[in-house]
């Protein structure tokens, strides 16, 4: 809280741990302070009651998922830089972040996703906020090749996680579970794709300890769909495909960021097929009550396949982040032939649907 008594956002909250900002260019849309949900079912289904699995839901961020803690940081430093755009290549969540930070403080916002394989609540975000959408006859690696080189030239602010500053500000996920928990978990898995929410939760868990915040770091576990795994075969991936799009990535930028989260902190990087990550999805969303967006999915299914190989131990603590909401797919949401049922309007045919057994 302020002295106003209004919320604020991660660049006011943690700006002891992140490089200055001039306090007049913050832009902010309090985003951060998500909840650490406590997973009921999981444990159960998986069999582990001497384990608590938390779910760190960054669905519950303004745009819906982790991307503004690292464009608060972007937008607010290309503000204090005087830049007048800010560019993108994207598989539809940076899009949507970018769009609405650069609309708030009036910066041109360009911003190119891979065509037809984006997620279409990310697409009308990033209409609606009012940036300029390009599709690209491409993926998302051809996407960040092309605005990496436009940016240096035209002197246009990049703000993909290539940009240190994204970085710095995602890595305030990793302050606020240690800030909840009271110390960093055993375990902590997510879904990987560029790479850089991985590596920058990893630099907020050793920052902190060094900080004297926390006792110990967790073992890091990136998920990746089996289609767009290059972190777990050890070489790019020319045609990544999964139907977790966000995370259809062939070539991450901040492979060796992943890379070293795993090996530092004794974790792994594995995958997950598109089947898992659908069981999953529906798993969290149907016994859970959370719905994320399959990408983040991708991490619990992660998480289910470990346990069944006796990864985790007893008496442990995991958090899970479901990086972004479900409602951001709605036509992946709606593919699962659910049964649309008709009733009448007559109070004994809806009494007999209700009291059915299944
Ligand atoms: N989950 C979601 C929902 C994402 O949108 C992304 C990345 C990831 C996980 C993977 O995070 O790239 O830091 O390893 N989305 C980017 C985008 C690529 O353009 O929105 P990462």
Redesign the pocket.
């Known amino acids: 809280m302020n002295m106003t008594g209004k919320k604020i956002g991660i660049i006011e909250r943690y700006q002891n741990f992140l490089p200055p900002v001039d306090p007049t260019c913050i832009i902010s849309l309090n985003e951060g302070n998500t909840p650490l949900i406590l997973a009921e079912a999981l444990p159960k289904y998986l069999g582990l009651s001497g384990v608590k699995i938390y779910y760190k839901f960054?669905?519950l961020n303004p745009t819906g998922?982790?991307?503004d803690r690292g464009m608060t940081m972007a937008v607010s430093k290309a503000v204090e830089q005087k830049a007048t755009s800010v560019i993108?290549?994207?598989?539809?969540?940076?899009?949507?972040?970018a769009a609405a930070y650069a609309s708030r403080c009036g910066l041109r916002c360009f911003v190119l996703?891979p065509e037809g394989k984006i997620a279409k609540g990310?697409l009308l975000q990033a209409y609606r906020y009012g940036a300029k959408v390009m599709m690209v006859k491409g993926n998302?690696d051809q996407a960040l090749q092309l605005v990496k080189e436009v940016a240096s030239a035209e002197n246009i602010v990049l703000v993909?996680?290539v940009n240190p500053y994204r970085i710095e500000g995602?890595k305030t996920a990793a302050f606020e579970v240690v800030d909840d928990l009271g110390d960093a978990p055993d375990y902590h898995a997510?879904?990987?794709?560029?790479?850089?929410?991985?590596?920058?939760y990893w630099k907020g868990y050793t920052e902190y300890k060094k900080h004297g915040k926390s006792w110990m770091l967790p073992k890091m576990i990136?998920i990746q769909a089996a289609g767009a795994a290059p972190l777990v075969i050890g070489k790019p991936v020319e045609n990544p495909e999964t139907e977790?799009t966000?995370?259809r990535?062939g070539n991450?930028?901040?492979w060796k960021g992943?890379i070293a989260a795993r090996d530092e902190s004794g974790g792994l990087i594995d995958s997950v097929t598109d089947e898992e990550i659908r069981f999953a999805y529906r798993f969290i969303a149907e016994r859970e009550g959370v719905f994320?967006?399959?990408?983040?999915a991708?991490?619990v299914a992660g998480v289910m396949k470990l346990a069944k190989t006796g990864y985790f131990k007893e008496g442990s603590r995991v958090v899970i982040?479901l990086?972004?909401s479900g409602l951001?797919d709605p036509d992946y949401a709606l593919n699962f032939q659910d049964e649309l049922t008709v009733v009448k309007i007559d109070a004994r045919a809806l009494s007999k649907i209700v009291s059915a057994k299944t």
């Open positions: 960054e669905g998922s982790f991307k993108c290549a994207s598989t539809g969540n940076t899009s949507a972040s996703i990310k998302f993909n996680s995602q997510l879904p990987v794709g560029n790479a850089g929410n991985i590596t920058a990136g977790a966000a995370i990535i991450p930028a901040s992943a994320a967006e399959p990408a983040s991708a991490a982040t990086t972004g951001k």
